[in-house]
Structures are given as C-alpha cells and as structure tokens.
T-cell receptor
C-alpha cells in the first residue's frame, strides 16, 4: 500500500499560470480532502469529496477547483495563480467522515512568484 | 465561524518531563477530537482521537476531553527528544460538517536532553 501520494513535491509558478496538483489513494477510501498550510499555521480545508462525482467547498475554496471522477483520484486545479496561493498543499483521505482517521499525503510545496 | 485555539508556544520541556498541550473549540456540538503530530517538513500523522468526556490513554499519551468546558488536552509523559514536533488539535463538528476537520494553529513542542 502506497497510501496517499501527491505530485509534484515542489513547484514554482508565475503569477497567472495554472496547474493541477495530483492526489491518489490506494486504500479504497470514500472521503478525500485538500488542505493548505501556511507557515506557522494549522491546516485549512479547501475542498473535500465524499465519493466519486461528489465534491463540496471547504473553508478557503476561492481560486481552486476540484473534480472526482474515480474513487482513487482527487486532483486540485489552480487557475490564475496568485502570490496568496503560496503554501504547502496536503491531500488526505479517510474511509468515512466522523470518527475515521484522515491519512495525509507528503504534501506539495507551491511558490507563486 | 468554528474556531479551534491552541495554547501559544513554543513549549519547551526537559527530557523525562510531562508536556501538556491544550485546545479549546467554539462549536458546542463538536463530536470528534483528534491530535496530530507534524514533524518539520512532513505531513501530519494521527496520534490520538477522543470522542467521550474523560481520559483516554495510549502508551505515553493521554487525551482528555471536557465537552462542558469545550476543552481538549494532550499529555505526553516521559517526554523524549523524538517528541519534538508541532502538535495540531483538530475538531469534527458532525452534522452538515460531517468529515470536515477544523484545525488549530498548532503548538511547537521542544524536548531538550
């Protein structure tokens, strides 16, 4: 089991560029999440999904889009990158919500210049 | 807006001492509570979860929950240098927020030999 994998590990974008952060899990989890973590801060939820074809906004969704066409994959799309999107992005998954542990990927460190 | 606040750090304790980490939350209907450990440059990993009032022990870790006071804490006994990390408190409010975690800002713990 690879768990939750994310690509790329690092990326530098110019203002206005777009990119997709990839996230894949092989644990057959229903729930998947995208968080961002700014320096010295906790994690803030961007988007989440409770199953293929179902997504919903979290606390900080502006400037991002997601899709979930399969159970395994949950890509995060950044359109028109801005310096405020410089952050570390973590993808996570859990079997269900509520009491289930969320397993985190290794993160993507994104810098927008 | 749901809020989770952790005691400001950083917290420094000598090896072998008890480290006490505290967290308060604003949403009275919160149902599930988690403590994650995050080493520098790594992703969060779950160390404790608690759902009912009282204490829950797992090895050197004890989580304490008081729903009336909206307070959750983590005690680390016999602290080791390997416990040096950022500890994140996370709260799941349930209901329409099912599966969505709200994280505190984290407390940096340093255990010195």
């Amino acid at each position: 089991n690879a768990g939750v994998t994310q690509t790329p590990k690092f990326r530098i974008l110019k203002i206005g560029q777009s990119m997709t952060l990839q996230c894949t899990q092989d644990m057959n989890h229903n729930y998947m999440y995208w968080y961002r973590q700014d320096p010295g801060m906790g994690l803030k939820l961007i988007y989440y999904s409770v199953g293929a074809g179902i997504t919903d906004k979290g606390e900080v969704p502006n400037g991002y889009n997601v899709s979930r066409s399969t159970t395994e994959d949950f890509p995060l799309r950044l359109e028109l990158a801005a310096p405020s999107q410089t952050s570390v992005y973590f993808c996570a998954s859990s079997y269900s919500g509520g009491r289930d542990e969320q397993f985190f990927g290794p993160g993507t460190r994104l810098t927008v210049l | 807006q749901k809020e989770v606040e952790q005691n400001s750090g950083p917290l420094s304790v000598p090896e072998g001492a008890i480290a006490s980490l505290n967290c308060t939350y604003s949403d009275r209907v919160s149902q599930s509570f988690f403590w994650y450990r995050q080493y520098s440059g790594k992703s969060p990993e779950l160390i404790m979860s608690i759902y009912s009032n009282g204490d829950k022990e797992d090895g050197r870790f004890t989580a304490q929950l008081n729903k009336a006071s909206q307070y959750v804490s983590l005690l680390i006994r016999d602290s080791q240098p390997s416990d040096s990390a950022t500890y994140l408190c996370a709260v799941n409010s349930g209901g329409t927020s099912y599966g969505k975690l709200t994280f505190g800002q984290g407390t940096i713990l340093t255990v010195h030999p």
